[in-house]
């Protein structure tokens, strides 16, 4: 008797110490579920990386405009000057001057028509603007300083709308193939269309023809201009 | 009976041991998801970032003013009147004028088992879309919930609100304001198969108001280019 009763004890100590593990594993757990806040620390990164930057230009456009003052001040000749260049940032921002600058090529184009691939109905392969639309969208918001489409300068009130079966851009009839330039920070600029489930993948997988490609140097010309 | 108490034991052990295992790997795991703490200090971090990124825009602002003023004699007056003219096409002046308003928010729609609540929710794409048609109307100046939309405004969906210009959130309702022809902006969203159209299927709530006088804000941020260089 003496042997069942110190082998009940023993199972009765495992069990002890396996109900005091599994309670704080429980209460382990319980506390990593707060890892959403690990959505919500990244949502935050970025916002405070993006806000930083913001800062950083500011002050940049600070001590350009404080230069620009003591020009001012200085004579007419400088003050001349001052405002040019003032004037000519202000025609930069607003789509008016020729830019140049590194940055990427997107060229999307009609898949072709006697691939005999059925699945997808024609209506959805052709380029519609929603996806000119969705492009420009995307590389504004991964900071693309300056973007053409097909020679047509996108300023503030460019419109990509579709007429028929061609696409109206400042008033301007453009054909497929469509040629996206890009001005800005070229690895930043492929990486937001080039994701997984990003937009490279979503038009590929409607059989558009994509193209994306890195450029040191390229040329967009001024907005009213061919 | 010796033998079998000691497989039991053995078991036991096996198990016990499996489950330390465990154990250790989640908390390992945990140390490497952020405490709540670590949100909270981002938080107010961000509150102060927020707050002199608004003390420099104030300067920026004072400064263009400053600027602005000193300009004296006929030669620099014509440089500032083509100034002013740039600024007009940059968005970076305040529009007034007669247009529309247009109020967008999430569908109020009871949603029947089976249907998904993602495509009766606003998303990006139709901000663009309205912004686009409306640019296709020939709005002059387009402002959404106060800001100033420019060429490189961007528009993104975060959870329920969106992002434009960067970084200023804006939640719903939305209100696009375009200065312009009332009557071809309201048209040209209203038409039939138009935009309205089209998220109304959705049951998105659209109301497209024609307004006598509105105010369109200038865009007041930075103007700096990192990449981008004027091509002489």
């Known amino acids: ?26 209460r382990a757990v319980n506390h990593a579920s707060n890892g959403i806040s690990i959505d919500r620390a990244q949502e935050l990164t970025v916002e405070l990386k993006q806000i930083n930057k913001e800062k950083e230009d500011l002050s940049i456009e600070i001590s350009d405009l404080t230069f620009k003052l003591n020009q001012i001040k200085q004579g007419q000749t400088e003050a001349i000057s001052a405002l040019q260049s003032e004037l000519n940032k202000v025609r930069m921002n607003a789509g008016l001057i020729t830019v140049s600058g590194p940055g990427i090529e997107l060229v999307l184009d009609k898949p072709d028509t006697n691939t005999g691939d059925t699945q997808i109905s024609p209506e959805l392969m052709i380029i519609q603007d929603e996806y000119l639309l969705s492009a420009l969208n995307e590389l504004w918001g991964a900071g693309a300083e300056a973007i053409s489409i097909n020679g047509q300068r996108i300023i503030a009130t460019t419109e990509v709308r579709q007429a028929g079966s061609f696409i109206n851009i400042n008033l301007n009839r453009v054909v497929p193939p469509y040629q996206i330039l890009a001005i800005g920070n070229p690895q930043e600029l492929m990486d937001t269309l080039g994701i997984t489930g990003g937009l490279q993948e979503y038009w590929r997988d409607l059989g558009i023809k994509v193209s994306l490609e890195k450029h040191d140097d390229l040329t967009l010309p001024a907005y009213g201009k061919k | 009976m010796k033998i079998r108490s000691y497989y039991w034991i053995l078991l036991m052990c096996m198990v016990m041991g499996f489950i330390l295992a465990m154990q250790f790997r989640v908390t390992r795991d945990m140390q490497i998801t952020p405490d709540l703490d670590r949100p909270i200090a981002l938080a107010q971090e961000l509150y102060q970032a927020r707050k002199s990124r608004d003390q420099l825009q104030a300067r920026v602002d004072e400064l263009r003013n400053q600027l602005d003023n000193a300009v004296t004699g006929p030669e620099l007056s014509r440089l500032k009147e083509e100034l002013d003219e740039a600024r007009q096409e940059a968005g970076m002046k305040e529009v007034q004028g007669a247009g529309v308003e247009v109020t967008l928010n999430d569908s109020n729609k009871v949603l029947q088992p089976g249907e998904n609540p993602n495509f009766f929710v606003l998303h990006d794409g139709d901000v663009l879309r309205v912004l686009n048609e409306l640019k296709a109307a020939g709005a002059k100046a387009i402002s959404l919930n106060g800001q100033r939309i420019i060429s490189t ?36 969203l209203t038409m039939k198969n138009g935009v309205v159209d089209y998220l109304q299927f959705w049951s998105i709530q659209v109301d497209v108001k024609k307004v006598d006088k509105l105010v369109v804000p200038a865009y007041t941020g930075d103007l700096v280019f990192d990449y981008a260089k004027p091509k002489i």
């Open chain 1, 1 to 26: 008797m003496p042997q069942k009763t110190s082998m009940y004890v023993s199972i009765m100590l495992v069990a002890a110490v396996l109900g005091l593990m599994l309670s704080v594993q429980f």
């Open chain 2, 153 to 188: 405004t961007e528009v993104r969906c975060i959870g329920p609100t969106i992002l434009v210009n960067k970084n200023q959130r804006l939640s719903p309702p939305f209100i696009i304001s375009a200065v312009g022809n009332p009557e071809t902006l309201s048209n040209s």
